[in-house]
């Protein structure tokens, strides 16, 4: 059974993989401040999830469409992409039946 810790290590090497999809296809990304509010139980406070704010050109894109190349990259690696629940720019890992 993997651990909260080997899900965070596979988690920081997934999205090493996302951060060079992402600049390997033309994007420009930051994070957004990690003090904004999450939901109880969230993810972000595990260390399985993460926002992303994506930049086509030096534009903003702030769709969830616009996230969906890199969140079905996301997905195939074995994460999941917020763009399913309507939440575009965050992806993470499942755990405890959490997303």
Do not use: C
Request: aromatic share 14%.
């Amino acid at each position: 059974m993997e651990t909260l810790g080997d899900k965070q290590r596979r988690f920081a090497r997934m999205f090493a993989l996302l951060l060079h999809w992402f600049h390997a296809h033309g994007y420009e990304v930051t994070f957004p401040p990690e003090n904004l509010p999450h939901k109880k139980n969230s993810l972000h406070f595990l260390g399985l999830a993460k926002d992303v704010n994506l930049f086509i050109g030096g534009r903003y894109m702030k769709t969830t469409e616009a996230h969906r190349p890199s969140g079905e990259f996301w997905e195939s690696l074995g994460g999941t992409w917020g763009g399913r629940f309507d939440d575009g720019n965050h992806y993470s890992l499942e755990h405890n039946g959490v997303k």
